[in-house]
Structures are given as structure tokens and as C-alpha cells.
């Protein structure tokens, strides 16, 4: 189905009749926000209900959030890269615009909660239609505070619109209550909204009830969840009350998985929602502006007066040039060496989630270029899967996934786990059904699944990461789970033995032979660049020179780390030379690269994968050693950067009323 529905036009009658009155809530003025007129007619608050969702998404949500895990990392340097490797020291620094962002949409649900009440109806449908729109407003601003928690914990909260209060000020308040409300709008936003096959809304874009169902299972799992706590009581606060624990109230830990998981459950026996056959049609959907079956919510933008999400530009594929075709590609990060090889084989996810190639582009023509293990690229929001360029370079008019199916799926299997102490039929079932997917239906390769709680729940933390990679969740769902530093930190381990070709990488082909036959364009089939692995043994089957092998072995020049060769082709089959070929085939002689995955011959880089220094041949790639400077993950600190201390001009100048209320670590 065509989207047919772009929230931020629809946004513009709320957003006209809004201005600043506190600039860390940029909150509507009271003497514009209260204008009857806005609510006087039903198709006018649907018109100002959507503009609760213009400010639902930001761009650092798809950029330094989103870097920082064992799926991407930050290839750039500057305080991006800093706060995408957890250094928050510079607080003056600090992210701030998700904060803002997020509060603006609470306020203006804020707005039509309070006003809804008062839209005059004539009809069931008008009735329903309101009642809808109410629900919409409950979820939009359950998510937007539950985006608030998961990146700084307890944070100000307020439930009615600026107009009605009597003072701006705010303190933290327990995230704890704030999730129970967020879950208790969600509970009535179900209530209220229509099935997604009765909605006066065919969108995704647009909270359902089935939407409504998923966010409610999140936003429980995160309420149960471990997080980092400290005593709220003393202000200043005590750092040496820092611990990383779930709520005390144990009674309430096992009913929020019992919410969690009949949310999903609900929406599993409706039956509406399904996964799509093939994984890369989900995100080339995102790019068409095409909706399916297994995307529930999505934010939606569009055009050049859009928020400039950069979806599909700065986590887009890695490149360089520009073309009147395909623009210019901006990617500023890079999916972290290890990724690739957490796929096992037949896992139709893996060039999806990782693309291995890089986007060459020249108003005289584009082509492609092989990205070694070092330069591959965040795969999921390419824009040579549009139809048309899209408004700019950096507003390519993709959609944010926010919610899919097998999220539901997954989610259920959690929590069923945890109510359990260990996987039931049902559980093992939903997580089989996105294994299934990945393999095509193959049930021998989607392999089988353990059923202890333990083990069941780390095969959820690695599913959920292979499923759902750089859509948003895995640097605060880890966080959830109570293990994001000792994760990233096995993470970075794993990187050293990559480097070396040791442990479970011991098989890693150092090489690969390709030849490039189709070029870069709109729409492009191409998922990735077929190729032959190379072991070193082969090398001297090849037509090559002694300086060639010699050039090939250097992993620190762009330069160098590749060859030209002649290979033999005949039915299928690729021959290193000519003597390979079987007597009486007639093979025809191509042109191959062979490329050494593990240097810097790729177009974005971190250093070449070596952590140690060979002069001429290799650098120690301290991005892989250091713990401190500039290394991968360095800011890292347990009990400490799990949370995200406030921006001290932007957030705590501004509200009095968090006086002495910053992070303890800070």
C-alpha cells in the first residue's frame, strides 16, 4: 500500500498555533495552545493529534544513540564520536535535542488529552474516531517519556498541558512511577484505538492499537528491566547509593512480564500483523514509502520542511562523489568488524544488516566498491533502494523503523521466559517463527533452541541483535538486561581475536576475489556483491607477481591490499588459472580484484585490523587497543554511563527545579 499520510503536514496546524515559553520544553503558548478552534471539528484535532508526532523522533536517535554497541560504531572524530563511545565528561557537550524533542511531543499530548473531551461528535463514527484520537495521544505520550527513562533514568514529569500549571519548575521524578503511568496510558490507549483493519487511519505511521499492544510489551519489559538507580531522597546526590538493580517491588517485576507478554499475545491472535517473506523487503518498503504487514509503527517523514531525521544518510551506506542520480551518501558510521560473522551461514539477515559494499558515486557515472571487514556499512537504509533521490541529500525521506512484528515476537518469547524461569512451547515457538524467516523455512540451519532460562536468555540477546540491529534498541535494551559493559567489553575482545585470526575466527578468509558487472542505481536489486572467498594457499594458484603477493599482504596503505588478476569462468564455475580448467571446457578469461579483507583498501575505516605494528606492513590499531583516548567503547564505566547525565546549560540551567539533581557519576 502507497503511503498516502505525511505527519509532518499534518502537524502544521498545531505547530502554527504553538510557540516557545520554556526552553527546555519548548513548551506552546497558553493563549494559542487553548484556542477552541483546534479542537471545534473532529477532522481538526485528527489534524493536531498528528502533530503530537512531528517531535517523536530525532535525529540522534538513528545516529550517536544508535553507534556504541556490537552493531556500529562512530567513524568520525569529534564529540559524536565521543558520546557514541559513552564519554559524557563534556557536559556542557552533551545531547540534549532528544530531551527537548521528547518533551515537546509530551506537551502537546498533553494538550489533546486535556482538550479531546470537549470535540463535539454526531455520530458512532465521529465517537470512535475521537476516542481514537485520545488513544493516539496516551501512546504518543507513553513512548515519549519512555525514550526520556531509557536514556537518563528519572527525569521531570508532568501529565497535564503548561496552560493549567502554576509554575515551569520540575524535579526528577522515579522512573518507576513514570513507567507505571506510561503503562497505565497504554492500558487505556488500547482500549481506545482501533484494530489497524478498522482504523480510520491505514497507516503505520500512526498509533493502532496493534502499535499500541507493542509499545505497552516494550515499555513493561523495560519497567521490569534493570537500570541504573540511585537514592532520589539526598539531593545533592550520593554516588556511593549507584547501583545498576531492578525495582524492589518483586509482586510488580512479575506483573509487568505478565503485561508485557499478553500484549503480545493479543496481538499475535489478532492475527493481522505477520513477518514478510524476504528480510530485505522491509527496508526497502522504509525507502519506497510502502507499507506491510510486519511494520506496526514507523515514524514518518517527508520533504524539505521535514525534521532532518538523516535516516538513510548519516547510518546510510558508506561512500563518497555525488551524482544527479543517487546524491551524495554521508554515512558517519560503520558496522562493527565482528558483526558480519555473528550471521550464521544462510541467515538471508546478514547482508541486509551489513552491506558489503560502498557506494562510488560521479556525475560521469557511479559504480560500486567492495568494503573490507574493516568498512562495512550499516546496511538497512540505503538510498539506492528509493525510487527518487529524495528531498536533499540529507532528507532522503526514509521512514524510522520504530516497531515490527517479529519485535512482538520476540518480545513475548522474553517475557514468557521470565515468568516461566524458562522457555515454554509458546516461546521457543515465536522465537522459531523469525528463525524460520532468516533461513527461508530451512529448519535444519535455523538450528535448535534451548530452553533453560539462562541459556534461552542469551539466545534472545544475540536473536534480538541479528533481528533488530540499528534500529534503535540495543544500546539501552542491554542496558536493560543489566550487562551492557561487560557485553561491549567481551565485544572488544572479540575484536582482538578478529584481528589476530584466532578463537572463533580462526577460519576467517584473509581475502576475497570479485568482479564488479552491474552498476549502482534507483531501485537496485543488489543486496550484495557476490564474491569467492580466498585463503592464503590460493594465492600462488593465482596469476600474480611476487610484488603483487607482497603488495597484497600490506594492511595499512589505501593503496595497497588488492590485485588485479586473470581468472577462467565457464558454466558456473570460477578457475584460479588457466591450467585449472578441465580438458575440453571452454572458459572464457576475466578480469578479478582480490581484495585483503583486513586492511584499509575500503572506503571508511577505523584502521586497518591488525593489533600489531609490522613496519610497512601493519599498524596496532589502537581504535581496537586503547581503553582510554580515543579507543573503541573508551568512555565506558560501569555503573556509571548506562544513564546519560543532563546537558548542564540546556536542561539543568534552565529548570530550577534540578538544582543539584545531576547524574551522581557527573
Known amino acids: 500500500m502507497k503511503k498516502i499520510f505525511n505527519i509532518m503536514g499534518a502537524a502544521l496546524l498545531l505547530g502554527t498555533l504553538t510557540t516557545s515559553c520554556e526552553d527546555w520544553l519548548e513548551m506552546p503558548s497558553e493563549s494559542k495552545a487553548d484556542s477552541e478552534s483546534v479542537f471545534a471539528t473532529v477532522s481538526r484535532a485528527d489534524m493536531t493529534v498528528a502533530g503530537c508526532y512531528t517531535s517523536l523522533h530525532h535525529q540522534e536517535l538513528g545516529y550517536q544513540l544508535l553507534e556504541g554497541t556490537d ?6 572524530s569529534n564529540s559524536k564520536y565521543n558520546v557514541s563511545n559513552y564519554d559524557y565528561t563534556n557536559l556542557t557537550g552533551m545531547l540534549s535535542n532528544v530531551y527537548t524533542s521528547m518533551y515537546k511531543s509530551i506537551e502537546y499530548a498533553n494538550v489533546c488529552i486535556s482538550k479531546l473531551g470537549k470535540v463535539p461528535v454526531s455520530s458512532e463514527a465521529d465517537r470512535i474516531h475521537v476516542n481514537g484520537l485520545m488513544g493516539e495521544a496516551l501512546a504518543v505520550r507513553a513512548y515519549a517519556y519512555w525514550n526520556l527513562v531509557r536514556f537518563y533514568g528519572d527525569v521531570p514529569f508532568n501529565e497535564r498541558p503548561t496552560s493549567e500549571l502554576n509554575t515551569f519548575e520540575s524535579s526528577r521524578v522515579s522512573r518507576d512511577t513514570i513507567y507505571d503511568h506510561c503503562v497505565r496510558d497504554l492500558q487505556k490507549a488500547v482500549e481506545l484505538l482501533p484494530w ?26 523495560y519497567a521490569a528491566g534493570q537500570s541504573l538507580r540511585w537514592n532520589l531522597d539526598q539531593v545533592p546526590y550520593d554516588n556511593s547509593t549507584v547501583r545498576i538493580d531492578r525495582r524492589d517491588d518483586q509482586k510488580r517485576v512479575r506483573e509487568l512480564y505478565q503485561i508485557a507478554a499478553d500484549a503480545c499475545l493479543a496481538v499475535i491472535q489478532k492475527g493481522e500483523n505477520d513477518l514478510v517473506s524476504n528480510y530485505d523487503q ?68 546478514r547482508d541486509v544488516s551489513v552491506c558489503n559494499y560502498a557506494l562510488i558515486l560521479n556525475k560521469a557515472g557511479d559504480t560500486y566498491r567492495m568494503n573490507t571487514y574493516a568498512g562495512m556499512g550499516v546496511g538497512k537504509y540505503r538510498i539506492n533502494w528509493k525510487s527518487e533521490i529524495g528531498a536533499s541529500n540529507s532528507r532522503r525521506d526514509i521512514n524510522w523503523p520504530i516497531l515490527r512484528y517479529s519485535d512482538v515476537l520476540l518480545m513475548y518469547a522474553e517475557a514468557l521466559n521470565e515468568l516461566n524461569n524458562g ?49 534503535g534498541l540495543r544500546r539501552t535494551d542491554l542496558t536493560r538486561w543489566g550487562i551492557q559493559y561487560e557485553h561491549l567489553m567481551a565485544e572488544k575482545a572479540k575484536l582482538v581475536q578478529l584481528c589476530k585470526r584466532e578463537g572463533r575466527y580462526a577460519d576467517v578468509a584473509p581475502y576475497r576475489a570479485f568482479r564488479i558487472t552491474s552498476t549502482p542505481k534507483l531501485q537496485d536489486p543488489n543486496i550484495a556483491l557476490p564474491y569467492i572467498d580466498v585463503k592464503e594457499s590460493d594465492l600462488s594458484q593465482m596469476d600474480l607477481t611476487a610484488d603483487q603477493i607482497s603488495d597484497l599482504h600490506i594492511l595499512n596503505s589505501a593503496s595497497k591490499g588488492s590485485a588485479k588478476c586473470k581468472f577462467y569462468e565457464a558454466g558456473g564455475n570460477v578457475y584460479f588459472n588457466s591450467s585449472l580448467v578441465p580438458a575440453g571446457v571452454d572458459a572464457e578469461e576475466v578480469e578479478y580484484t582480490v581484495l585483503n579483507m583486513f586492511s584499509i583498501n575500503t572506503a571508511t575505516q577505523k584502521g586497518n585490523l591488525s593489533v600489531t605494528k609490522v613496519t610497512g606492513v601493519s599498524d596496532e590499531n589502537t581504535w581496537i587497543t586503547n581503553s582510554t583516548g580515543t579507543g573503541i567503547f573508551y568512555g565506558l564505566t560501569k555503573n556509571k554511563t548506562e544513564l546519560m547525565p543532563f546537558h548542564q546549560t540546556a536542561i539543568m540551567d534552565v529548570n530550577p527545579g534540578l538544582a543539584g539533581q545531576q547524574h551522581p557519576g557527573y
Open 282 to 349: 522491509l527496508f526497502r518498503d522504509l525507502a519506497l514509502k510502502q507499507y506491510n504487514s510486519e511494520t506496526m509503527f514507523e515514524y514518518g517523514w517527508y520533504g524539505a520542511n521535514s525534521i532532518d531525521c538523516r535516516t538513510g544518510y548519516v547510518n546510510g551506506l558508506p561512500g563518497s562523489g555525488e551524482s544527479l542520480t543517487l546524491g551524495k551518501p554521508g554515512s558517519q558510521m560503520m558496522a562493527i568488524p565482528t558483526f558480519y560473522f555473528e550471521f550464521e551461514d544462510g541467515d538471508q539477515r
Open 196 to 221: 489497524r483493519s478498522e482504523s480510520y487511519l491505514s497507516t503505520p505511521e500512526r498509533f493502532t492499537k496493534n502499535a499500541a499492544y507493542g509499545i505497552l510489551a516494550r515499555v513493561a519489559l
Open 423 to 471: 522457555a515454554t512451547d509458546e516461546a521457543v515457538k515465536a522465537v522459531k517463527k523469525v528463525r524460520m524467516r532468516a533461513f527461508r523455512n530451512d529448519e535444519a540451519k535455523a538450528g535448535a533452541i534451548p530452553t533453560g532460562h539462562d541459556e534461552f536468555l542469551d539466545f534472545i540477546i544475540q536473536e534480538r541483535k541479528l533481528e533488530l540491529s540499528n534500529e
Open 71 to 76: 552493531e556500529s560504531a562512530s567513524k568520525e
